[in-house]
C-alpha cells in the first residue's frame, strides 16, 4: 500500500508546483502567497509519504485530498484534477491493502510449505 499511496502523493506534488504557477498569473493573489501555500502543500504531500504507515496516515491522506479539491476556489481546473487524485487515493489505498493481504498470505503459505531444517 505503501508504494501506492506514495506515488499518488508525488503525483499531486507535481500537480501543486503546476497549480502554483497557474495561481501565479492571477492578478489578485500575490506571488509570495502563492508559493507560500504551494510549497506548504508540496512539503505536506512529501512528508505524508512517510507516515502511511503509521496510525491515522491514510486519515491525513484523506484530509490532504479534501484540501486539493478545496483548492479548486483558487485554480478552478484543481476541482478536476483533485477528485481525479482523490480517486487515485482511494484505488491506491484499497487496492494496496489487497496486495498487502495477499503478500502476507503469500508469505504465510511460502513459511508452511518450507521442510524444517535440521
Known amino acids: 500500500m505503501r508504494t501506492l499511496c506514495a506515488s499518488t502523493l508525488i503525483g499531486e506534488l507535481f500537480v501543486i508546483g503546476f497549480a502554483g504557477l497557474v495561481a501565479m498569473k492571477d492578478p489578485d493573489l500575490a506571488m509570495s502567497t502563492v508559493w507560500t501555500v504551494s510549497g506548504i502543500a508540496m512539503l505536506v504531500s512529501v512528508l ?69 531444517a535440521v
Open 48 to 116: 505524508l509519504c512517510g507516515v502511511i504507515t503509521r496510525p491515522g496516515g491514510i486519515a491525513l491522506g484523506w484530509a490532504f485530498q479534501v484540501a486539493l479539491i478545496a483548492s479548486g476556489f483558487v485554480v478552478p481546473t484543481m476541482f478536476v484534477l483533485g477528485l481525479i487524485f482523490a480517486a487515485l487515493w482511494w484505488a491506491s489505498v484499497h487496492y494496496g491493502r489487497q496486495i498487502d493481504e495477499a503478500k502476507a498470505r503469500f508469505a504465510a503459505q511460502s513459511a508452511s510449505a518450507e521442510p524444517d
